[in-house]
């Protein structure tokens, strides 16, 4: 299975200048334990946006044009050739970013969404979904994270 996995604001913003908007305790988690033990697929400028580190406990596999190698980390070419190196796994995770994912829709089995209830100004936004074609099946609201002081949630869609 292919599974998507982002954070959305209310606007469609996922990202600025390279990085994230928000910190939100309870997201961090909810991606680590999610994707732990399974291999993530992310562009380079997400893989740059993570300080160049791999994320521990999992294959991380960066796609860019360039021939360049990246420590701790798989390089593909193309979605097709990253999603070859990370079959055998039940569940592929795709972590962005914005050019990633637009590439990913049509192929994904799955969306976990984090629902980011406010606006947020941005040069990165998530493409924009047609939810003909997703039923939501688990959806869990927060009033307001443990330090976080916005509503959010955590959506889960799978591709009819
Ligand atoms: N909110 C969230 O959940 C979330 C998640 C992830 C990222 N983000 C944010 O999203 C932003 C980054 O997204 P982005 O769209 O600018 O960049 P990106 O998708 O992370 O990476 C783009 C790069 O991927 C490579 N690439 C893309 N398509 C390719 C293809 N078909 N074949 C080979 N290489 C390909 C290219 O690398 P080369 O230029 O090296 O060739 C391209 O420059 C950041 O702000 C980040 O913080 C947010």
Not at 18 to 44: A, Y
Not at 107 to 114: E, Q
Not at 129 to 153: H, M, N, Q
Request: glycine share 6%.
């Amino acid at each position: 299975m292919i599974s998507i996995i982002v954070a959305i604001a209310q606007n469609g913003t996922i990202g600025d200048k390279n990085s994230l908007l928000w910190h939100i305790k309870e997201d961090m988690r909810f991606f680590r334990t999610t994707t732990s033990g399974h291999p993530v697929i992310m562009g380079r400028k997400t893989f740059e946006s993570l300080g160049s580190k791999p994320l521990p406990k999992r294959k991380n596999i960066v796609i860019t044009r360039s021939d360049v190698e990246f420590e701790g980390a798989f390089t593909a070419h193309s979605l097709e050739e990253a999603i070859s190196m990370a079959e055998g796994d039940e569940e592929i995770f795709i972590m962005g970013g914005a050019q990633i994912y637009a590439q990913s829709l049509d192929i994904a089995d799955r969306m976990y969404i984090t629902r980011v209830e406010r606006d947020y100004e941005g040069d990165t936004s998530f493409p924009e979904i047609d939810y003909s074609k997703w039923t939501l099946v688990k959806e869990e609201c927060f009033e307001r994270g443990e330090e976080y002081e916005s509503p959010f949630a955590f959506l889960v869609y799978d591709k009819k």
